[in-house]
Structures are given as C-alpha cells and as structure tokens.
C-alpha cells in the first residue's frame, strides 16, 4: 500500500521539528525591526553551541541582560556594541558588563549589545533607549572592534553632507521593511525549530561556496577614500550621542596572542583605533583602549582572551579572560564613579 506522499512529508516534517527541538535548536527568537533590521524576541531564551556554551535569557528590550532593576543604584551605564558586547557565547555573569557592574557597586550597568550593529545605527538605538532607562543615565558607553570597518562599509544608508566643510550634517541608516511573504514566513519560523535550523545551514554552504571572496575587514583602511568616509561617521554618531549624554568610547582592538607572550596587530587594526581616538580627541570625547589590558590578562594567565577551541587560534569572541579584561580597562576608567555624586568620572 502506497503512502500518500502529502503524509510522508508531514509525517518527515514533524519527525524533523521534534528531533531538532529535542537534540538541536528551539524555534527562532528573532523579530523583525525596521530601524535596526531585527532583535531578539523578548524575555526568550538563547542556547549558544556554535562558539563556547552558555544559556542566556534575553530581557523585555531585547538583550542579552536582565529586565532593568529599580532602586538601589545611584546610576545607570548604557553599554552599546556589536556581538563582542551581546557575548552570547558566555554565562552572563562573565560577560564584560556584568564584570563591571560588580565592580562598580553603585552603578546599573545596562549590556545593549547586538550581533553585527553598526556605529552608524548607535544613535537611533541610543536615542530609543535613553528613553526606557530608569534615570539618571549618567553615561553611555559605546564598545567598538575592528569588524566595525566593515559593518559600517555594508551598511546602506543616506547621507547629507555640508557644502562647506564637507561634514556631515544628516545619516539615515537604512530602513528594514519587510516583504508581506517575509512577514508570513517570519510566523513559520517563529513557531518552528526546524525551519530556522535549514535556513542557517543553507546559508553557511551559500557563504562557503563564496570563501576568499569578502575582504578584511581592516583592508578598508588601506583605501584613502573609505578611510575619510569613515572618520565622518564616526564624528557624525559620537557627536549625535554625546548631544545626549557624557560618552566613552571603549576599542577592544584584534589581536594575535603568540607564542612567550607576545602579539601581533594588523596595520589595519591599529590605525583603526588611531582613527577613534583622533575623532574623540577633536570631539572631546572620553577613550580607552583594552589592548594593554587584553595583553596583561594573556601574560598573567597564559590564557587566550579569544576563542573558545585550541583548533581555532585568535579567532572568535572574547572568553572569560577577554571580558575581564575589558571589563578591567573600563574600570581604571570610572573607578572614582561611586565616591562621586555627579556623573562617572571619566
């Protein structure tokens, strides 16, 4: 007797969504948002295999953190970044904003971090979530890494610049409206395990059959041009932050750990926190680089502050070592913040 070949896909169908809820993945937490592409769904949970191994429960904004705590703190830190701020691939406790709010005991430091953000996209954020924090936000920190070159080289968007001194004077990243199919197919995978699972592993082939196509990031630099524009939007977001509130910029620069303790940094990483630190300057904006400390917690361990896997050498995120490490640089920054009663002394 002959399967009705409508029930055996169903039949392969359900087999597939219960083994991979079981043994693999849960359904999607992603949702869409049409000013920074997507977030995570809130109060869902993420369990990180792919680099290092944690479980972490997003909070009701839609981050890797706890929902805000009232009472009890004399200030809120606002901690903006990319993956390296996310740092889905460690307990929350050991992630470097919680590191630092342990050892800032009077301050509320709020991890804001998301996977592939562009410094060019912190405005919108900060500008959206200055509003939810409980008061007195008394600074924001923005948490760059060299991979920002080239998330701000992808990014679409539209810029106005002065006739006069070539400044910019408008960026409007691009807006993310979706498809009504997309819109439909965003239900499936929302509901499903399996769908989002073949999703990803079609596009790693995809993104595998395109390997040695996509440039450095850091080769951007070597380009005069992309090189200036750069330096205009990262004056155009620091300004636009700092309109709004005291700013810290924290560069948590690559790094190759080599044998006896020593290390090695791209030209391209180098001059690109050059490039920070002279846009701060001329802005007045407050910096720091966690390379000394990132170097010190190497030596002092002989651990590797990145990577989770002794097959993958200085390649990954920040590790335990790593967050403690940035987390350390940010403190010798704002250790004088809880004998303070203005804002962080920075």
């Given at each position: 007797?002959?399967?009705?070949?409508?029930?055996?896909?169903?039949?392969?169908?359900?087999?597939?969504?219960?083994?991979?809820?079981?043994?693999?993945?849960?359904?999607?937490n992603?949702?869409?948002?049409?000013?920074?592409?997507?977030?995570?769904?809130?109060?869902?949970?993420?369990?990180?295999?792919?680099?290092g191994?944690?479980t972490?429960?997003?909070?009701?904004?839609?981050?890797n953190?706890?929902?805000?705590?009232?009472?009890?703190?004399?200030k809120?830190?606002?901690?903006?970044?990319?993956s390296?701020?996310?740092?889905?691939?460690?307990?929350?406790?050991?992630?470097?904003?919680?590191?630092?709010?342990?050892?800032?005991?009077?301050?509320?430091?709020?991890?804001?971090?998301?996977?592939?953000?562009?410094?060019?996209?912190?405005?919108?954020?900060?500008?959206?979530?200055?509003?939810?924090?409980?008061?007195?936000?008394?600074?924001?920190?923005?948490?760059?890494?060299?991979?920002?070159?080239?998330?701000?080289f992808?990014?679409?968007?539209?810029?106005?610049?002065?006739?006069?001194t070539?400044?910019?004077?408008?960026?409007?990243?691009?807006?993310?409206e979706?498809?009504?199919?997309?819109?439909?197919?965003?239900?499936?995978?929302?509901s499903?395990?399996l769908?989002p699972?073949?999703k990803?592993?079609?596009?790693?082939?995809?993104?595998?059959?395109?390997?040695?196509?996509?440039?450095?990031p850091?080769?951007?630099?070597?380009?005069?041009?992309?090189?200036?524009?750069?330096?205009?939007?990262?004056?155009?977001?620091?300004?636009?932050?700092a309109?709004?509130?005291?700013?810290?910029?924290?560069?948590?620069?690559?790094?190759?750990?080599?044998a006896?303790?020593?290390?090695?940094?791209?030209?391209?990483?180098?001059?690109?926190?050059?490039?920070?630190?002279?846009?701060?300057?001329?802005?007045?904006?407050?910096?720091?680089?966690?390379?000394?400390?990132?170097?010190?917690?190497?030596?002092?361990?002989?651990?590797?502050?990145?990577?989770?896997?002794?097959?993958?050498?200085?390649k990954?995120?920040?590790?335990?070592?790593g967050?403690?490490a940035?987390?350390?640089?940010?403190?010798?920054?704002?250790?004088?913040?809880?004998?303070?009663?203005?804002?962080?002394?920075?």
């Open positions: 007797m002959l399967i009705n070949p409508t029930l055996a896909l169903a039949i392969v169908l359900l087999l597939g969504e219960v083994i991979t809820r079981l043994f693999i993945s849960s359904p999607d992603i949702i869409p948002d049409k000013d920074l592409g997507w977030l995570y769904r809130p109060h869902s949970t993420i369990f990180h295999t792919t680099e191994w944690a972490n429960t997003i909070n009701a904004f839609g981050f953190d706890r929902d805000f705590p009232a009472g009890r703190y004399q809120h830190v606002a901690v903006f970044g990319d390296y701020t996310e740092a889905l691939q460690v307990p929350r406790e050991q992630n470097f904003t919680t590191v630092l709010e342990d050892l800032l005991t009077c301050v509320n430091v709020e991890n804001m971090g998301r996977s592939a953000l562009s410094v060019a996209q912190y405005p919108l954020l900060v500008n959206r979530m200055l509003d939810e924090i409980p008061e007195p936000v008394g600074l924001v920190v923005l948490a760059v890494t060299t991979s920002d070159v080239s998330d701000m992808n990014l679409k968007m539209e810029i106005e610049y002065d006739s006069v070539g400044g910019i004077i408008s960026l409007v990243p691009e807006r993310f979706l498809h009504w199919l997309r819109k439909k197919l965003n239900v499936v995978f929302s499903s395990a769908a699972y073949l990803i592993r079609a596009r790693s082939v995809q993104s595998g059959a395109g390997n040695g196509l996509k440039k450095n850091t080769a951007y630099l070597e380009d005069p041009a992309y090189q200036s524009k750069l330096a205009a939007v990262l004056e155009y977001a620091f300004s636009s932050i309109a709004k509130s005291s700013l810290l910029i924290v560069y948590i620069p690559t790094l190759d750990y080599l006896n303790y020593q290390y090695a940094q791209t030209s391209g990483s180098a001059r690109f926190g050059q490039l920070l630190e002279e846009v701060a300057q001329v802005l007045d904006i407050s910096f720091v680089s966690a390379k000394a400390e990132l170097l010190s917690a190497y030596k002092e361990t002989g651990l590797l502050p990145i990577g989770f896997a002794n097959s993958r050498i200085n990954g995120h920040l590790n335990e070592t967050h403690r940035v987390a350390t640089a940010l403190y010798k920054k704002l250790s004088k913040t809880c004998v303070s009663d203005s804002r962080p002394n920075i």
